[in-house]
Nanobody
Framework: EVQLVESGGGLVQPGGSLRLSCAASGFTCSNYAMSWVRQAPGKGREWVSG????????NSADSVKGRFTSSRDNAKNTLYLQMNNLKPENTAVYYC??????????????WGQGTLVTVSS
């Protein structure tokens, strides 16, 4: 069974950092494009960051570029999202997602259950 399980969310003060983890099972995450997508309260889902299969090139949305970075540990079959200099507007449920192929972040076929990140003083 293909499964994604996120962890690492929580309450953090503005300017702080968090690292989210996404443990993948039932497939090899390095063979697929993997993404982090968030949904803020009362808003739709927004693609945040991702890492492509194979060589692992990364990309992030302009709103978080320079602060959020995707990475993966192939040995652990786990995806990470390092979030630095967090802002209150980054408060959201963060989802890990698997794409259909190794290069297109938009073709998502599997979602994790999400982990809540709250940025507040």
């Amino acid at each position: 069974e293909v499964q994604l399980v996120e962890s690492g969310g929580g309450l953090v003060q503005p300017g702080g950092s968090l690292r989210l983890s996404c443990a993948a099972s039932g497939f090899t995450c390095s063979n697929y494009a993997m993404s982090w997508v968030r949904q803020a309260p009362g808003k739709g889902r927004e693609w945040v960051s991702g890492i492509k299969g194979g060589g692992g090139s990364t990309n992030s949305a302009d709103s978080v570029k320079g602060r959020f970075t995707s990475s993966r540990d192939n040995a652990k079959n786990t995806l990470y999202l390092q979030m630095n200099n967090l802002k209150p507007e980054n408060t959201a449920v963060y989802y890990c997602a698997k794409s259909l192929n190794n290069r297109n972040f938009g073709f998502i076929e599997v979602w994790g259950q999400g982990t809540l990140v709250t940025v507040s003083s």
